[in-house]
């Protein structure tokens, strides 16, 4: 891994530096208490990374009664972190600060099934433009962060059997954009990346709740414990294959009735098309007749509109994701519940129909203090996450940092 600015720190001042992070700005009072140090030793370690600058003070937190405190947060000199959301139809890409702040973005439509060689090097073009936009220069990027839609092998950051996007399976990501960047590319499932996102976002406040991602493909970010949580091969989460029908429609990884071959977004598209078939919607003939095809944004439309059809199409659908999740409450028991992706659009109906469907098939206990809601970071959750994670890992897996760590496993493995 390339050195980084806080190549020398030692283990405490990278506690100081990750605290900050997470923090998103702290006092020096609060970064004390936080890490359980004195306030002479919190302003000793302050004042020498203030002097090395890898901190910068950035203004006066509101007065609690007495004197103001300085804000303090990671520097901008420490150079830029590059974020990439890649959906199956859509991707972002945003240049941050180290705290997280948007200096650039860019949005675009794509589609997953043309290929790594296609995507990834228009990617790589607009992070090169994006950055050229910034003025800035490939020398100072601190990481790259990336999340694709299906399973990753987090520690070798390749796709495994992509339900998706086949032709993705077992490319090395991290080779083709080191052409371009000297820096360290670390990937991860995209909804694992949102949950990551809300997790920065809450300050780690939250330390056990879920992000369901229902678009293309439905898929679950669980953060426990205050870590989000890969399982042993990088594939928990894959909740979208859960059936919620044994006779309903074949899924395209073989099974029949999963959850996402019956309330993703294709399949309500699909409801849509049987719904102008039978003559039960005015307004979506018309839109079909208009266009040639459905979306679900079309199913939205129609549903704001007050179209009945279009309604139930919803209704269906959150009925059928709340089914699904209802059985990972019952096993998870999480505080929170977040969804994100397109069905965000649906507005009201849909997250109505989840929640009734979770609190009608979960144990009582289970759902006593549970809160069902949209994702707050809404679309931009899965870059920030991806921004989160090329700064969270430097930080973690700087040389000092994986040094003192090896030492400890060493130790550990002797005992």
């Known amino acids: 891994m390339p050195s980084t600015r806080w190549s020398h720190c030692g283990t405490e001042d990278l506690d100081v530096l990750q605290t900050i992070f997470w ?47 300085e804000t303090l947060r990671l520097s901008e000199t420490l150079g830029v972190v590059i974020g990439a959301d890649l959906g199956a139809t859509s991707m972002q890409v945003a240049i941050m600060r180290p705290d997280m702040t948007v200096l650039a973005r860019h949005r675009e439509p794509i589609d997953v099934r043309q290929g790594p060689g296609v995507i990834l090097a228009r990617l790589r073009g607009l992070m090169r433009e994006l950055m050229a936009r910034c003025g ?46 000297a820096a360290p590319v670390f990937v991860d499932n995209d909804v694992n990346l949102m949950a990551l996102g809300e997790l920065w976002r809450l300050q780690r406040n939250l330390p056990n709740f879920l992000v369901i991602k229902v678009g293309t493909g439905i898929g679950c970010g669980i953060v426990c414990h205050g870590q989000v949580y890969r399982g042993a091969n990088g594939s928990a989460g894959d ?54 095809t459905l979306t679900t944004e079309d199913v939205a439309q129609a549903s704001r509109a007050g179209d009945v059809a279009a309604n139930a199409i919803i209704q269906r659908a959150g009925s059928l994701v709340g089914q699904m999740l209802a059985s990972i409450v019952n096993f998870f028991n999480p505080s929170h519940v977040f969804i ?76």
């Open 23 to 69: 923090s998103a700005g702290a006092s020096r009072n609060a970064l004390a208490q936080r890490l359980a140090y004195s306030k002479s030793k919190a302003n000793a370690m302050v004042a020498a990374l203030l002097d090395e600058g890898l901190l910068d003070e950035v203004g006066l937190q509101e007065s609690s009664g007495g004197r103001r405190a």
């Open 136 to 181: 800035l220069a490939a020398s100072q990027v601190i990481a790259i962060g990336m999340g694709l839609p299906g399973p990753v092998d987090f520690e070798s950051g390749q796709l495994v059997n992509p339900p998706l996007m086949p032709d993705w399976d077992g490319f090395s990501i991290r080779d083709y954009l080191r052409e371009a960047f």
């Open 239 to 292: 909740v979208g294959h859960i059936c919620v029908d044994q006779s309903g429609p074949r899924c395209h990884c073989g099974n029949q009735g999963c959850v996402e071959a019956m309330a993703a977004a294709p399949a309500m598209a699909r409801m849509a098309m049987e719904a102008v078939d039978r003559g039960e919607s005015a307004m979506l003939a018309e839109r079909l007749q208009a266009t040639g």
């Open 340 to 415: 994100a992706g397109r069905v965000t659009d649906m507005g009201p109906l849909f997250l109505a129909s989840v929640r009734q469907s979770v609190y009608h098939r979960s144990l009582a206990l289970s759902t006593r203090h549970l809160e069902i809601q949209y994702a707050p970071l809404a679309d931009d959750a899965g870059v920030v996450g991806a921004g989160v994670l090329a700064m969270q890992q430097s930080l973690a897996l700087s040389p000092r940092a994986s040094s003192s760590a090896t030492k400890a496993n060493a130790v550990g493995a002797t005992r």
